[in-house]
């Protein structure tokens, strides 16, 4: 099974589906992601935009997810900014806190106003 990701004209994921192999793959079975598109096109309308996602991050970094975004330039999936500090990691397509979180075995929140991690106590 392949998955693809619906795109809007921002490149904002809208939905991800599943597509069966023999709908992604030419006449000796081999994948290829341009038939995929094409399938998704076929049943969803011409003017759609799909990009294959891996379901186990074996290529464009993460697995789609609504609300995610694909980066051309870094052809990766990244999802959605947690808050406005945080700065995107373009190795591992993930946010940075401006912060290191503690590594104390505690437990921590975000605090976006005093750009500080706030320990949780029970």
């Known amino acids: 099974m392949a998955h693809f990701a619906e795109l809007d004209e921002n490149n904002v994921v809208l939905r991800v589906i599943v597509v069966s192999n023999a709908d ?45 975004s694909y980066d051309q330039r870094l052809d990766a999936f990244i999802p959605y900014q947690p808050f406005p500090s945080w700065v995107l990691n373009e190795q591992t397509c993930l946010w940075d806190a401006p912060v290191a979180c503690p590594d104390d075995g505690k437990t921590y929140l975000w605090d976006e106003p005093t750009q500080s991690w706030i320990e949780v106590t029970p």
């Open 24 to 68: 992604t793959s030419d006449v000796n079975g081999v994948e290829h992601e341009e038939i995929g598109v094409a399938f998704c096109k076929a049943h969803y309308g011409a003017s759609t935009i799909w990009k294959q996602t891996s379901y186990n991050g074996n290529f464009r970094k993460h697995y789609a997810g609504i609300g995610y």
